[in-house]
């Protein structure tokens, strides 16, 4: 199960130290895609399923066990409502086992109000519970909240580290380097590089590279743009559908309660229409970050150490090469304000230059 937890040898030496006998809070800390999320996982399986039962272990790596319990922001702060709704998770008796772990992702978006309301909880929760924050900016929890929690650090992962993880998952040598050159250090972001997003940031590079300086190839490229991204949504879609089958008919073989069952299935439904909204705009993100790298490599030179491994280096003169990475620039800005995602994906590449034959 640990495996899944890459390069971080002694952060899952003391979490599984730690699981043997849990206190009643953690604080897992480290970079984004450092493996933050599946080392909170994998302690919350130890915590509750200590004889290794796999089928336990299984439901809270995908989470689905009802007996580990995870919130995520809501929008850009956690507020008082959502700490409400904590609390009172926190206080439940488990349904399955003799301990339950309640985890909150990204805790440093927490405000003052509802990390104040949450003090009480961490410090002092139910015998039977374990609270569990994870974050990556720990310097914007308050100091109060911090104090209360026994503290564990991930490390930054190197290429070679991500790179070999990928082979170990089943990926080729050549698509596992392109992948750990891509990902900047995370682990979840190379992964997704050799599904959906690699897609995703193959559309996205491709229309730059397909563009001629008219209207018309812009409008093309803009197509292409889009018909990757319904696809790649398409494809998350379809993975939900089957994870609430899936978790529909685990909970009925177990002999869950009517009553049981519904709420675990809202719960499953409302965390996935989190994951659909995030992931529309990560995927856009994600296609402007590439289109960055590629004017990069360009004004880098032809010598220099690439990013893009797959692509040739375009033929754009510097000064062009700035303008692009402009461009991307302020549609990242203009992004942030929700604007009509076609339009603005037309605007971008109605600006950006032809690349020369």
């Known amino acids: 199960m640990w495996e899944r937890v890459v390069g971080q040898e002694r952060a899952v030496a003391l979490l599984e130290t730690a699981a043997q006998r849990p206190l009643h809070a953690y604080l897992i800390v480290g970079p984004r895609g450092s493996g933050l999320e599946d080392a909170a996982r994998c302690f919350a399986a130890e ?33 008082v409502a959502q700490a409400d709704a904590i609390i009172r998770e926190t206080h439940r008796a488990p349904i399955e086992g003799e301990r339950k772990v309640v985890a909150l992702f990204e805790a440093d978006r927490l405000n003052e109000a509802s990390s104040n309301k949450l003090l009480k909880t961490i410090e002092e929760p139910p015998a039977r519970s374990t609270v569990v924050l994870v974050t990556s900016s720990p310097d914007e929890l308050l100091d109060t909240v911090r104090s ?59 229309a730059a590279a397909s563009l001629d300086g008219t209207a018309a190839a812009a409008m093309c490229a803009a197509d292409d743009v889009g018909a990757a991204l319904q696809e790649a949504m398409g494809e998350l879609e379809a993975e939900h559908g089957a994870e609430c089958e899936e ?30 909204r995030r992931a529309r705009r990560e995927f856009i993100v994600e296609g402007l970050t590439a289109l960055e790298s ?64």
Do not use: W
């Open 247 to 276: 978790l529909a008919a685990e909970l009925e073989r177990a002999g869950y309660p009517e009553r049981s069952r519904t709420a675990l299935l809202r719960r499953q439904a409302e965390r996935q229409k989190r994951h659909h």
């Open 148 to 206: 209360r929690c026994q503290r564990i650090d991930l490390a930054p992962l190197p290429e070679a580290s991500i790179r070999e993880a990928l082979v170990a998952d089943g990926a080729s040598a050549d698509a596992a380097a392109l992948a750990a050159r891509l990902a900047g250090g995370r682990l979840d972001r190379g992964r997704a590089m050799l599904g959906a997003l690699g897609a995703v940031r193959g559309a996205f590079v491709g």
């Open 294 to 357: 590629v004017y990069r490599d360009a004004l880098a030179g032809p010598d220099a150490m690439r990013l893009n491994l797959d692509q040739p280096v375009f033929r754009i003169d510097a000064r062009a090469c700035a303008a692009a990475i402009d461009a991307c620039g302020e549609a990242r800005d203009a992004f942030e304000f929700n604007p009509n995602e076609s339009l603005l994906l037309e605007r971008l590449l109605l600006h950006l230059p032809a690349v020369r034959r």
């Open 47 to 79: 915590v509750i399923a200590p004889d290794g039962d796999d089928r336990s272990r299984d439901l809270v790596l995908r989470g689905m066990h009802p007996d580990v319990v995870e919130f995520e922001p809501e929008g850009n702060q956690i507020l």
